[in-house]
Structures are given as C-alpha cells and as structure tokens.
C-alpha cells in the first residue's frame, strides 16, 4: 500500500510539473503574440478621463503640440524581461521599459508594468503643454491593462472610487483613464 501511494505521488508531481510546463510555453506563446501586436509606433489620439474624453492636449491646444506617440521595441532593456520603449510627449522625447505580464489572444487583452520615464529636458513657453506632458507620462507610467484591436491599442487603468462616492456615481465602483492609440 506505501508502495501505491508513493507511486501516485510521484505520477502527481510529474503531471503537475508536466501542466506547469505546459501553461508556462503557453503563456510565452501568448506573450510573443502580444509583444508582436504591440511592437511599433502609436500616436495617441484620445485620453479619456474618468468621463471626459479630450485630444492629447486638450481641444484648444490641438495641432499646436508635436505628435505624441509611444514606440515598443522587441529589444531588451537590461537582462531581465523588460522591454524598451521610447516616444515623443507634448515637448520631450522619452525612453523606458515594459513587461508583458499575460495576455489573451482570444480577446486580445492583457496586463503590462511600464518602468519609470525618462526624458529630455525641453521647457515649453505655454505652462499647459507641460502639463499635458505630466499628464501622459503619468498616465502612461501607471497604465495596467492594455487591448490591441483592428490597429487601435488602449492602454488603462481602472481606479476604485473613495469610500462613500458610489451613491449616484455613473461609474459604479470604480472609473477608467485610458490612452487611446492608432497605429503608425
């Protein structure tokens, strides 16, 4: 009877270990997936926050800013996992890193963590450009979840309401900022 259950033990660990393998190559198959769908240049075109969606730098300040974009390489960043990236804001030019962290071809949906931003710089003469670039840097920082749809990416982060404001909130329990990005 020992012998038995020693033996399913063992035939356990070598499934398990087997399953693992198996959803781990599945789970790398997925991300080299979403690292292809992603790899490029994206100009973004809408930031919606919360309920307000806006051009890049707001309406008035449309056409006067340099095009803001975002580029994701295949090329690693250090040793690790991450990624590079580099991109044009409202002012300055920036670099950093990404990690895909899952992804789901089915609704090509997935988890990202971008690395801290660094860029030039450049002041602007007119204060809101700045902070448009605060702005997206911020936003863009923070982002957790991304959708790659019919050459549209949206990167988000969906962001709980103070305890108390779900009363007569539109939002429910929560509210979104997203970035949204057409293909170059």
Known sequence: MKKISILLMFFTIISCSNSNQTSLESLNAQRITAFSNLE???IL???L????????????????VKEMNVTFTSEKLTE??????????????????YTILSYDAETKTGK????????????????TFMDCENRYF??????????IENGKLQL???YPLAKGDTGNSPF???????LYFDKK
């Open 112 to 127: 990202i963590k971008f690395e801290s931003l660094v860029s030039t710089k450049m002041a602007s003469v007119d204060p």
């Open 80 to 97: 690790t996992e991450c990624m590079k990236l580099y991109g044009q804001s409202s002012v300055n030019e920036f670099m950093g890193g």
């Open 138 to 147: 911020s936003y863009l920082e923070k982002a957790e979840d991304f959708k």
């Open 156 to 158: 988000s982060k969906t």
């Open 49 to 64: 926050m919360g309920d307000a969606l806006d051009t890049p730098c707001g309406f008035m300040n449309e056409g006067k």
């Open 45 to 47: 075109k809408n930031v």
């Open 172 to 178: 429910g329990e929560s509210y979104k900022n997203i």
């Open 40 to 42: 490029g240049t994206w």
